[in-house]
């Protein structure tokens, strides 16, 4: 008798964690590669100081009251700022918290942070598409120390169930969130941050002035993100 | 007293499904310039960007380039995601060019125009639209027990798929036309015991009347097809 009563009380806890189990999705991104550019590195040596979660960033999200997500990043964040400034200026230098950037002989440097991570899955969004964004905020410092960019960058990509299943239709749509940023920074990141003015400068060259340039950089940058966002809200 | 063959029932009923899962379909095309491919010319597949609200699913463009590709006619296209890659970021969602008038400004970018020319791609083709159902109804339960299981009832749904693909000449920097497909299909699903499916395949017969008409298009000359 208390055999039967064993197996049922484990088959009762087996069946409990297995529904438990399917009511989450896990997903796992690869590491990140982005093709190189078609542009020409901006003549700049940059310092890049990545935050500690940059290496192992997880969300979490119940979707729904009823599915759970996990979308762990790893160090997706990582490999694609340090690909991407790898491809975009000269010389790019790696720099931790205890490193001093005036020991590097550096024009700017560049601290990239995350400052949101949404997704919506199909249930959400009455639609085929899995739906990531990012917004990150970069911090551009010049010789001195001092801020000359402090500049948002809201990216967005999406992928469709159809073809592919749910954590790989969204593990897609966070890697084209990724090449959307790296996008947007290749178009924006020397208008809004100067950069390549900056060494120049210290080269002692003179700079044309770029009178588009110069209002773009307050202005343009947030416009992209209120665009953005739009498009986001429209997706939703 | 006649006794009921069911085999030939069976099939009766099998035959008068397939004939009644119709499938309505209109392709147009609108010519704007005169075209024409020559031999080592490719051309690319490719979605009109999500962040302009297109819808265009994956496999629908994995099928028209498979469709276009295929045969003695085939058209050597490169696949899109190979394309986006090597020509990154000028052709990712939200940096691809929206009109013709922004492609002298894409080949000025370095390295766009020797790669374009190198690879010979002669035309971008961008799909825009998607399939969705628009009706549906009917109803139909299924029931198990000790001795055995069955569906009775009967579901029907409308799918429309509409497509519209603009063909691109990166020679001649413009737009050269579109075409445009407009496929309807009514699904049917009538169980009496066992559910037979009737399934109206729009959007494979969207993809083929779409490739069909585009590969004429393209190469209006060629009458090997």
Redesign the interface.
């Known amino acids: 008798m208390s055999r039967l009563k064993n197996f049922i009380r484990q088959f009762v806890i087996a069946s409990v964690v297995v529904l438990v189990a399917g009511c989450g999705s896990a997903v796992t991104l690869e590491p990140v590669t982005?093709?190189?550019?078609?542009?020409?590195p901006i003549p700049a040596t940059v310092g890049l100081r990545m935050p500690e979660n940059f290496h192992h960033y997880v969300h979490e999200e119940e979707v729904l009251g009823s599915e759970e997500w996990s979308i762990n990043l790893g160090a997706a964040n990582a490999e694609l700022f340090t690909q991407l400034y790898g491809h975009m200026f000269d010389r790019v230098v790696l720099l931790s918290d205890d490193d001093n950037p005036d020991e590097h002989d550096l024009d700017a440097l560049i601290e990239p942070a995350i400052e949101a991570f949404e997704f919506s899955v199909p249930n959400q969004s009455k639609?085929?598409?899995f739906a990531v964004w990012i917004r990150y905020r970069i911090t551009v410092y010049d010789n001195n120390g001092d801020v000359v960019a402090d500049w948002p960058v809201s990216a967005?990509g999406?992928?469709?169930k159809?073809?592919v299943s749910g954590p790989k239709a969204l593990q897609r749509a966070a890697v084209?969130a990724m090449?959307?940023a790296?996008?947007?920074m290749?178009?924006k990141l020397d208008q809004a941050a100067g950069i390549s003015g900056l060494a120049a400068d210290r080269r002692g060259e003179t700079t044309p002035p770029d009178t588009e340039t110069d209002t773009q950089l307050e202005s343009e940058p947030e416009a992209q993100t209120s665009q953005l966002g739009a498009?986001a809200g429209?997706?939703n | 007293m006649t006794r009921i063959n069911w085999l030939h029932v069976s099939t009766i009923l099998l035959v008068a499904g397939a004939t009644s899962a119709c499938v309505n379909s209109r392709v147009v095309d609108s010519r704007q310039a005169s075209t024409g491919i020559n031999e080592g010319e490719g051309i690319v597949v490719m979605a009109k960007s999500y962040h302009l609200g297109n819808e265009t699913e994956e496999d629908y463009i994995q099928c028209v380039e498979n469709s276009l590709s295929r045969g003695r006619a085939g058209l050597r296209v490169i696949p899109h995601r190979d394309f986006v890659d090597s020509l990154f970021p000028w052709f990712e969602p939200r940096t691809a060019p929206t009109e013709t008038k922004h492609l002298p400004q894409l080949m000025e970018h370095p390295g766009v125009k020797e790669l374009l020319a190198k690879e010979q791609i002669r035309y971008i083709v961008w799909l825009d639209g998607d399939t969705e159902r628009v009706a549906g109804g009917g109803s139909l339960s299924c029931a198990a027990g000790p001795t055995g299981g069955g569906c009775f009832g009967f579901a029907w749904w409308q799918n429309d798929a509409d497509y519209e693909a603009s063909v691109w000449d990166l020679d001649e920097l413009e737009s050269a036309g579109t075409v445009t497909t407009d496929v309807s299909g009514t699904s049917f699903l009538p169980a009496l015991v066992v559910p037979i499916p009737l399934i109206a395949r729009t959007q494979s017969k969207a993809c083929k009347a779409l490739a069909t008409t585009l590969r004429d298009f393209i190469d209006p000359l060629d009458d090997s097809a």
Do not use: F, G, H, N
């Open positions: 982005i093709p190189r550019p078609l542009i020409d639609t085929k598409s967005y999406k992928s469709q159809e073809s084209l090449r959307d790296a996008a947007l290749i178009m498009t429209d997706e």
